[in-house]
T-cell receptor, first 117, second 111 residues
Framework: DTGVSQDPRHKITKRGQNVTFRCDPI?????LYWYRQTLGQGPEFLTY????????KSRLLSDRFSAERPKGSFSTLEIQRTEQGDSAMYLC???????????????FGPGTRLLVL | GESVGLHLPTLSVQEGDNSIINCAYS??????FIWYKQESGKGPQFIID?????DKRQGQRVTVLLNKTVKHLSLQIAATQPGDSAVYFC??????????FGGGTRLMVKP
């Protein structure tokens, strides 16, 4: 399977614990995105990387959230001191950004479903 | 703020009929629009896209129509099948590279 992969698929944690999610984008995709989706809603943008550079961050990304893409390939999203309100599906997407093209298709992974007790 | 929304939260159609899912957007600067299909427990799956310099694009059994005058987007699915049952999202993309999604429409196909 050459699509976007995410690990783990499910995570249950207790309030106050730290969690880390991993995303492996489609090979050679230079752009990587993180979104959060709550039940019955559309995904909401969190942050975006071009190669290893984090270029945009949403106001939803509080200081408890940090994302990295150290080598421009896989990315991690860490949530520190989790709260019950963090319970959601965390989606990763990737795209191939080309010079001169303003927007391109984002392909999503299966998501990591987080439940904070 | 700018947002993308959908008119109908649930659409129920008979197998074999055509389906039309509508979406209104408010950001006139958006230049790219995408329809995604999301099945339970899965990530959004790309269906079809359209750029703002077009008003219609066709794929396999799907057609997207864009009316920039009234800021309206629609997804037409021909000969709807049970496997089409899912939640459908429209999303808009402006120069910021982030997608703004609407709340979704659930399509239910009756056999």
């Amino acid at each position: 399977d050459t699509g976007v992969s995410q690990d783990p698929r499910h995570k249950i944690t207790k309030r106050g614990q730290n969690v880390t999610f991993r995303c492996d984008p489609i090979s050679e995709h230079n752009r990587l995105y993180w979104y959060r989706q709550t039940l019955g809603q559309g995904p909401e943008f969190l942050t975006y990387f071009q190669n290893e550079a984090q270029l945009e961050k949403s106001r939803l990304l509080s200081d408890r959230f940090s994302a990295e893409r150290p080598k421009g390939s896989f990315s991690t999203l860490e949530i520190q001191r989790t709260e019950q309100g963090d319970s959601a599906m965390y989606l990763c997407a990737s795209s191939l950004g080309l010079a001169g093209v303003s927007s391109e298709t984002q392909y999503f992974g299966p998501g990591t479903r987080l439940l904070v007790l | 703020g700018e947002s993308v929304g959908l008119h109908l939260p649930t659409l129920s159609v008979q197998e074999g009929d055509n389906s039309i899912i509508n979406c209104a957007y408010s950001n006139s600067a958006s230049d790219y629009f995408i329809w995604y299909k999301q099945e339970s427990g899965k990530g959004p799956q790309f269906i079809i896209d359209i750029r703002s310099n077009m008003d219609k694009r066709q794929g396999q059994r799907v057609t997207v129509l864009l009316n920039k005058t009234v800021k309206h987007l629609s997804l037409q699915i021909a000969a709807t099948q049970p496997g089409d049952s899912a939640v459908y999202f429209c999303a808009e993309n402006n120069a910021g590279n982030m997608l703004t999604f609407g709340g979704g429409t659930r399509l239910m196909v009756k056999p």
